[in-house]
């Protein structure tokens, strides 16, 4: 009786054991086929991105330079600016045609003319350029006011230059106190975003 429990337990022991290394193979395996299946998505939706733009290159009435196109897990996306609602819906169903691609998201696709939004889209970068050019000048108008204003700081000695809102102070102050109330004044003034002090120096 003893050597059959023995026989038994050893057996078991063999079939724990082996059931173990396969349960941990099935892991390894599963973890495998899920970093495959993340490897295969990302080449099928750079495919189906590449498949849909040279579709939309051959579709009739759809200018395809006008259209931008990302894939995600087979999810196509389109943005741009068409002239018709013909052309929009063409360019939709020419998307949908190729194979692998889930669903379309055609929300960024507007109708309009496209070289009228292009230029909006370039008349808007210059006005915020100029608006920025504006606002840097402003600001270094107030800090050379503040400056100015400030006992202990010789304003005529220090230099001050503003880009994107970030203030470079340049020049040389009487004390360590003085360019630590420069730097402070020119951070009080509305607008500056940062102050770079690197070149402001005690005199010696």
Same mark, same amino acid.
């Given at each position: 009786?003893?050597?059959?429990?023995?026989?038994?337990?050893?057996?078991?022991?063999?079939?724990?054991?082996?059931?173990?290394?396969? +349960?941990?193979?099935?892991?390894?395996? #599963?973890?495998?086929?899920?970093?495959?299946?993340?490897?295969?998505?990302?080449?099928?939706?750079?495919?189906?991105?590449t498949k849909v733009k040279a579709e939309l290159a051959i579709a009739d009435g759809v200018s395809s330079t006008d259209i931008s196109v990302t894939t995600v897990d087979g999810v196509?996306?389109?943005?741009?600016?068409?002239?018709?609602?013909?052309?929009?819906?063409?360019?939709?169903?020419?998307?949908?045609?190729?194979?692998?691609?889930?669903?379309?998201?055609?929300?960024?696709?507007?109708?309009?003319?496209?070289?009228?939004? +292009?230029?909006?889209?370039?008349?808007?970068?210059? /006005?915020?350029?100029?608006?920025?050019?504006?606002?840097?000048?402003?600001?270094?108008?107030?800090?050379?006011?503040?400056?100015?204003?400030?006992?202990?700081?010789?304003?005529?000695?220090?230099?001050?230059?503003?880009?994107?809102?970030?203030?470079?102070?340049?020049? +040389?102050? /009487?004390?360590?106190?003085?360019?630590?109330? +420069?730097?402070?004044?020119?951070?009080?003034?509305?607008?500056?975003?940062?102050?770079?002090?690197?070149?402001? #120096?005690?005199?010696?």
């Amino acid at each position: 009786m003893n050597n059959a429990k023995k026989i038994t337990t050893l057996a078991l022991a063999i079939s724990l054991s082996l059931g173990g290394g396969i +349960a941990l193979a099935a892991d390894n395996v #599963r973890h495998a086929e899920d970093e495959s299946s993340s490897a295969t998505q990302a080449v099928g939706d750079a495919w189906i991105t590449t498949k849909v733009k040279a579709e939309l290159a051959i579709a009739d009435g759809v200018s395809s330079t006008d259209i931008s196109v990302t894939t995600v897990d087979g999810v196509v996306t389109l943005t741009g600016v068409l002239p018709t609602r013909t052309s929009v819906d063409a360019a939709i169903a020419h998307t949908r045609s190729v194979k692998g691609v889930l669903d379309v998201d055609a929300a960024g696709l507007k109708v309009g003319d496209p070289a009228k939004v +292009a230029a909006s889209d370039r008349h808007d970068s210059e /006005s915020t350029t100029l608006g920025q050019k504006v606002d840097d000048t402003w600001i270094t108008t107030k800090v050379k006011a503040e400056l100015a204003t400030t006992d202990g700081v010789s304003s005529t000695d220090i230099s001050v230059k503003t880009v994107d809102g970030v203030v470079t102070l340049t020049g +040389a102050l /009487s004390s360590e106190l003085a360019v630590k109330k +420069a730097i402070a004044a020119a951070r009080s003034v509305e607008g500056v975003r940062q102050v770079d002090a690197s070149a402001l #120096r005690v005199a010696g």
